[in-house]
């Protein structure tokens, strides 16, 4: 085998393996969401506003969705007392994004069963796995041109 074609199997095998590990996260992260009578992207809105308070556009680009299907994401939330809309400091036309307390709790819930599902994937490795996964996964992130967070 010369070693280019060692080389695009290798990129192959890789690819696979990451959509795979892709997949399997976003089915636990579907099941934690469907618990919690939320979808995938509502889990997502409260994982985002989490540690952020954005205005609508920041969150559409956040989320790469049409600023108009996420009005109707953040409609929602508030109705169900997840989301409170701020007026924004910086601009009187828009309004900043964050969490109730009951939107916190649940998305610190969330957090948690998610960790506690993903757990297993990572179990096996040792905690210097841990940490070199870790810093390739944030370097892979970091050279993304669609990272937004």
Partial sequence: MTAAVGRAAAATELMDSLVRVSFT???????????HDLSLTQLRVLAILRDREPTMAELAAYLGLERSSVSGLIDRAVKRGLVRRDPSSDDG???????????????????????????PMTASLTPADHNRLGVLLDKMLQSNLFSLL
């Fill in 25 to 35: 996260v976003t089915a636990l992260l579907s099941r934690v969401a469907a618990e």
């Fill in 93 to 119: 036309r828009s309004v900043r994004l964050s969490l109730t307390p009951d939107g916190r709790h649940l998305a610190t819930a969330g957090a948690d069963e998610v960790a506690a599902l993903v757990a």
